[in-house]
């Protein structure tokens, strides 16, 4: 089994654990190294259901090379997302409560805590709420994302993206987690504060930097095999 994939499983099960799974719907998707060609996970599966077998392999334009199972609907999302960023090799798209409900509200994505301190130029796709499953809305999903790793979907979900599977699973848990806090910081009614000024960059370093990303994906790797993999000894440490 190639590591890209070992790494999407352990992705999509840590997904779940933190709070990803909308009943079967949501994806995540890596870039063949060798082909360019795009692995993308089965439709119809819960996050903590993924196996190694889940995922399928397809072209630019969607066409199956590789794997069985249903390609999912908004397989255009990542396909269009890949070609405007040669920089990126994961995508995930899922629709945590946090990020679909900060979505779906006019609040600037503030950080309240560390969370949101590497993802401040996040920005909201408001063309449609719906499923992207066509290529010309998924090329503006790809410009709204811009040279960003993290976008809010309105009404929907969002999308992360990145250049290794653990910095993706780290964006898109830092972005719910921060929408998350600041709903609840919005929710006391009373006034907040949050980072401002040259902290942002700092703390943005050094709390998700590279070697802290690695930490934290060991951390979610472990999180998994002691809920999904009691007996197993984790090696996915790597970034």
Same mark, same amino acid.
């Given at each position: 089994?190639?590591?890209? =994939?070992?790494?999407?499983?352990?992705?999509?099960?840590?997904?779940?654990?933190?709070?990803?799974?909308?009943?079967?719907?949501?994806?995540?998707?890596?870039?063949?190294?060798?082909?360019?060609?795009?692995?993308?996970?089965? /439709?119809?599966?819960?996050?903590?259901?993924?196996?190694?077998?889940?995922?399928?392999?397809?072209?630019?334009?969607?066409?199956?090379?590789?794997?069985?199972?249903? @390609?999912?609907?908004?397989?255009?999302?990542?396909?269009?997302?890949?070609? &405007?960023?040669?920089?990126?090799?994961?995508?995930?798209?899922?629709?945590?409560?946090?990020?679909?409900?900060?979505?779906?509200?006019?609040?600037? $994505?503030?950080?309240?805590?560390?969370?949101?301190?590497? *993802?401040?130029?996040?920005?909201?796709?408001?063309?449609?709420?719906?499923?992207?499953?066509?290529?010309?809305?998924?090329?503006?999903?790809?410009?709204? $994302?811009?040279?960003?790793?993290?976008?809010?979907?309105?009404?929907?979900?969002?999308? &992360?993206? %990145?250049?290794? *599977?653990?910095?993706?699973?780290?964006?898109?848990?830092? $972005?719910?987690?921060?929408?998350?806090?600041?709903?609840?910081?919005?929710?006391?009614?009373?006034?907040?504060?949050?980072?401002?000024?040259?902290?942002?960059?700092?703390?943005?370093?050094? =709390?998700? %930097? &590279?070697?802290? @990303?690695?930490?934290?994906?060991?951390?979610?790797?472990?999180?998994?095999?002691?809920?999904?993999?009691?007996?197993?000894?984790?090696? $996915?440490? /790597?970034?």
């Amino acid at each position: 089994m190639s590591q890209f =994939i070992e790494e999407m499983v352990y992705a999509s099960q840590i997904l779940y654990l933190e709070g990803h799974n909308d009943i079967n719907n949501g994806q995540i998707s890596y870039r063949d190294p060798e082909t360019g060609n795009i692995w993308i996970r089965k /439709g119809f599966l819960g996050w903590e259901e993924t196996t190694p077998d889940d995922f399928i392999l397809i072209d630019a334009e969607g066409n199956r090379l590789k794997g069985e199972g249903h @390609i999912p609907s908004e397989w255009p999302l990542h396909t269009e997302t890949y070609k &405007a960023r040669a920089d990126v090799n994961c995508i995930i798209h899922s629709h945590p409560p946090y990020s679909m409900i900060f979505s779906a509200t006019d609040l600037d $994505l503030r950080p309240v805590t560390h969370d949101a301190t590497p *993802i401040m130029n996040t920005q909201r796709f408001t063309l449609t709420t719906n499923t992207v499953t066509n290529t010309n809305i998924a090329a503006q999903v790809a410009e709204s $994302l811009g040279k960003s790793n993290t976008l809010l979907l309105k009404n929907h979900g969002l999308v &992360a993206a %990145g250049k290794t *599977i653990p910095e993706t699973v780290c964006w898109a848990a830092v $972005l719910e987690n921060a929408c998350k806090l600041q709903l609840i910081a919005e929710s006391t009614g009373v006034p907040y504060t949050w980072t401002e000024g040259h902290e942002i960059k700092m703390k943005s370093k050094i =709390i998700f %930097g &590279a070697t802290a @990303i690695r930490e934290y994906w060991a951390y979610w790797c472990r999180k998994a095999d002691r809920h999904f993999n009691p007996h197993s000894k984790n090696h $996915l440490v /790597g970034v």
